[in-house]
Nanobody, 125 residues
Framework: QVQLVESGGGLVQGGGSLRLSCAASRRTFSSPAMGWFRQAPGKERECVAAINWSGSNTYYADSVKGRFTISRDNAKNALYLQMNSLKPEDTAVYYC??????????????????WGQGTQVTVSS
């Protein structure tokens, strides 16, 4: 089974930037759609960005639209999330996820089969 590992989280001041990376231990062999989710204590997990297999279609939550950019490199089994103009409300654990065998874009968490352990993003005011 594929293992997803996030990196790039940390502590930044409001207005700062971070670039998250997600590396898969091996090729999924199932052309997965992928996404970034976040969850803060006491809040439900939400999809902040998603991308289809080819990378031609993307989704962004309204709260991050215009500030975050999702991208992928299938040859490297990698997923990225560039986060700019960070706000304190962006503070959460960020997870990458893969939806096996689903080429089209997916937003719902229930569509995803593989999850990373998460990376903490903390934005101070």
């Amino acid at each position: 089974q594929v293992q997803l590992v996030e990196s790039g989280g940390g502590l930044v001041q409001g207005g700062g930037s971070l670039r998250l990376s997600c590396a898969a231990s091996r090729r999924t062999f199932s052309s997965p759609a992928m996404g970034w989710f976040r969850q803060a204590p006491g809040k439900e997990r939400e999809c902040v960005a998603a991308i289809n297999w080819s990378g031609s279609n993307t989704y962004y939550a309204d709260s991050v639209k215009g500030r975050f950019t999702i991208s992928r490199d299938n040859a490297k089994n990698a997923l990225y999330l560039q986060m700019n103009s960070l706000k304190p409300e962006d503070t959460a654990v960020y997870y990458c996820a893969a939806a096996a065998g689903k080429s089209t874009i997916k937003v719902a968490a229930l569509e995803y089969d593989y999850w990373g352990q998460g990376t903490q993003v903390t934005v101070s005011s």
